[in-house]
């Protein structure tokens, strides 16, 4: 487990996440302003949804583990994996969906057919969080901590690191409630460890994670004390047979 890289990554993405989302917050709570009432407030947001992304391209330059900007592409966009990987990949988004949907009852408002447009739109609204949080933290704590050590102490985190915006008026956090949100992190830190392991690579969790935001307004449901731990104890089985499955492997 490298202690290093851990720091350097965590600090440098809650730093950036507190001084963006953080004065976002700050403004709105204030001037009684919302999200989308100030081009500053969106860049603010923006650049604070962004803070996993930068801190893993920064602290592994600053390490030696990628030489420039191209070869952490390469390793977040590794897209050659085996049909059972994306299988698994759907059947995360189909449980996640399904259960949250039979428990809580759907209440999307937008068509099927967005989803071509919303899913893709993801990978700056989510998905390029993945190049932090599981292709850093996750597979580094997992090293000392084991898979359901990682994935309870990454889902507590990443928990928390959303905490800013639910203070954000005009986000779809703001009308969520946070102790529920916390059981889903936790439910998909699960999930999206169990894609890391199958795979042991990074863009299948990323589109794993593009998936559930780009589906949240065609099958919006809410969390409950049904749905909640619902979803994460399915996650946890299913992660459960994966990690039985899978040896621990790391291919960045």
Known sequence: MNIKLIRNYLLLTFSIMLASWGLCALLCQVWSLSLNDHLLLRGLFF???MSPTIASYVSLKGQGAVSGLRPWLRAV????????VYGLVLLCLLL???LGCLLAGCQ???PLFMALVLVPTMLLGGGNEEAGWRMILQPELEKGLGFYGAAALTGLIWWLWHGPIFLIPGTANASMNYLLFGILCLALSLGLGAVRRA????FPCVLLHCLINGFSPIFTFP???WNSPAILAA???LAWAVVRA???RLND
């Open 246 to 248: 899978t040896p621990f």
């Open 77 to 84: 966009f590794d897209v050659r994996h085996s049909g059972r």
């Open 199 to 202: 795979s042991g690579g990074v």
């Open 96 to 98: 996640y969906y399904g």
């Open 47 to 49: 650049i604070g949804g």
């Open 223 to 225: 969390y409950t004390l």
């Open 235 to 237: 996650m946890a089985i």
């Open 108 to 110: 999307g408002e937008a």
